[in-house]
């Protein structure tokens, strides 16, 4: 044996080594405390059959799946243990394979992916741009979009009167949130748009759901061997795999690093944070903190993309569920469309402002059913960083069935999934029609979630909650009540003949028909 030989051999011995003892290790803490569903493969577990809606909810807020090569992972939907996370989250991280996924989409200085301590300096620089105050500021941006979106769909249905126009959507109110995220985050520029921005702006277009997609047994596969590994430069060379997932996050990651060059540029000239215009989230972010000229350009620059691509993807999901909800149920659109125009009568543009959207009832119930139905991210992925108790609200069966349990016992290590989308269903919570969407569930002053008090909207765990919730939500809920007041005051909505439309739950839960992946056709008409 060669020299070359032997080190080559002697890496995959170590290497191998250790994966094992990785496997090993979390395999044996985790199945022996709490009871989950069996699985029929040990290569790949039963991961790929957890799927919405949550079919495991009679074994409690706390259960086990199996992951590949027997990684045992606790699904959490108990509020209790849901806060205890929330609230502790510098005991927590994200796992390394989702570390090198955010650094890869949005930035390696990008606010998701900071230190406990870095996350909460950051925020701080951040949260003045989307407080009321603020926002308020961005509802032109948002308004701007959607009624030019609406004049161009108004004009189809002009054209083919008195048919109806079959628009696929999803794409289109991508595009849009795309746009408006842009104009809130930018500012409406008069400069031109540089080619680069262009490039950026398209390849943004549901990325983080090309990115997860629907994931295959040998993506997963792959991921648990490389997460045992933990090395970054092992995830690094996974960037040149030759896959197409790969291809794109490549070229996302080039985009991304020369997207933030040019903004730090436009937003800093020789050192000069002048160039913004007002009423956009940069603006209002350069104003705030006691970091030096160059390390605030810094870190702005590094948070466009991020916000970007949240306030296009997670969001225009949201848009694109409560259009296709309101087309189901055209008794209940016309209702919600009634209370706009109310709303609307002698006031021009004042129904758009934030106080005068948040007291349409209607709409809010909607908006409020749609996010339960369909969070923006369905999980939260978490590997604990200390031994830790986690508390239950709830207890629930031991792995062996012998003893209730009402707290856990986490091993540094151990892999948690925080399963938001199954919280938002939770019979015990919502209901025996948790399942069905039910907007009359958030009228006449009903809370249903309000004893619970998870996340900051509704007592949805949608945004989750604690320090590390979602720093854009009341942005999200604003750039709802916009678009959605827009599209109802203009057009009707209805579901084609035919058609039948499931969720896919990937990054985010995005809609599909049986022909193609995210996609959503709808039927649109001028109103009578």
């Not at 765990?461 to 320090?467: D, E, Q, V």
Request: a neutral charge; hydrophobic letters at 40%; aromatic letters at 10%.
């Amino acid at each position: 044996m060669s020299s070359s030989q032997f080190v080559l051999a002697l890496v995959i011995s170590i290497l191998g080594l250790r994966v094992w003892k990785k496997l090993n290790r979390i395999d044996s803490n985790l199945s022996q405390l709490v009871r989950g569903p069996g699985s029929h493969s040990w290569i790949f577990g039963n991961i790929m059959d957890h799927k919405v809606p949550l079919e495991y909810e009679g074994y409690g807020g706390a259960y086990t799946i199996t992951g590949c090569l027997g990684e045992k992972r606790l699904m959490i939907t108990d509020p209790a243990a849901m806060k205890y996370i929330y609230q502790h989250f510098e005991q927590f991280e994200r796992p390394p394979f989702e570390k090198f996924g955010e650094s890869a989409v949005g930035g390696p200085e990008n606010y998701n992916i900071f230190t406990a301590r870095d996350f909460q300096r950051i925020k701080n620089l951040m949260n003045p741009a989307f407080k009321p105050a603020a926002l308020r500021g961005y509802v032109p941006h948002f308004r701007t979009v959607v009624e030019k979106l609406m004049q161009k769909w108004e004009d189809l249905c002009t054209q083919q009167y008195p048919d109806r126009v079959q628009i696929d959507i999803h794409k289109i109110i991508h595009e849009a949130t795309l746009e408006a995220a842009k104009r809130a985050v930018l500012g409406d520029r008069s400069a031109p748009i540089s080619d680069m921005e262009v490039a950026f702006s398209k390849n943004c277009y549901n990325i983080l759901s090309k990115m997860t997609g629907k994931p295959t047994k040998g993506a997963l596969l792959i991921e648990r061997i490389l997460s045992s590994i933990s090395p970054q430069f092992f995830l690094r060379v996974l960037l040149y795999m030759p896959n197409e997932r790969m291809r794109i996050l490549r070229r996302h990651k080039f985009l991304t690093r020369s997207f933030v060059y040019e903004t730090r540029g436009v937003i800093g000239i020789e050192g000069h944070l002048e160039k913004l215009t007002q009423d956009c989230i940069l603006d209002v972010m350069k104003h705030t903190g006691d970091e030096t000229q160059h390390d605030l350009l810094e870190i702005i620059a590094w948070q466009v993309p991020i916000l970007l691509i949240a306030g296009q993807d997670t969001v225009g999901n949201s848009i694109t569920w409560a259009l296709y909800e309101f087309a189901k149920n055209p008794e209940w659109q016309e209702q919600v469309r009634n209370e706009i125009i109310q709303a609307q009568a002698g006031k021009s543009g004042e129904v758009f402002q934030p106080a005068v959207l948040d007291q349409l009832q209607y709409l809010n119930a909607h908006i409020k059913e749609a996010l339960r139905l369909y969070p923006g991210a369905p999980t939260i992925d978490r590997v604990a960083l200390d031994d830790i108790i986690l508390p239950l609200d709830t207890p629930v069966q031991s792995g062996d069935g012998t003893k209730s349990m009402s707290q856990i016992p986490i091993k540094r290590g151990d892999r948690i999934m925080v399963d938001l989308a199954a919280y938002n269903r939770r019979h015990s919570i919502w209901g025996d029609d948790a399942d069905t969407f039910k907007p009359s569930r958030w009228l006449n002053g009903s809370d249903p979630g309000k004893s619970i008090g998870i996340g900051p909207y509704a007592n949805l765990a949608t945004f989750s909650g604690g320090p590390q919730i979602c720093i854009g939500w009341r942005f999200a809920i604003l750039q709802m009540q916009v678009f959605l007041t827009g599209c109802l005051s203009k057009l009707q909505f209805r579901i084609p003949k035919g058609v039948e439309i499931r969720p896919v739950k990937s990054f985010t839960i995005y809609p599909a028909t049986q022909e193609k992946e995210e996609s959503l056709p709808l039927e649109i008409a001028l109103l009578n």
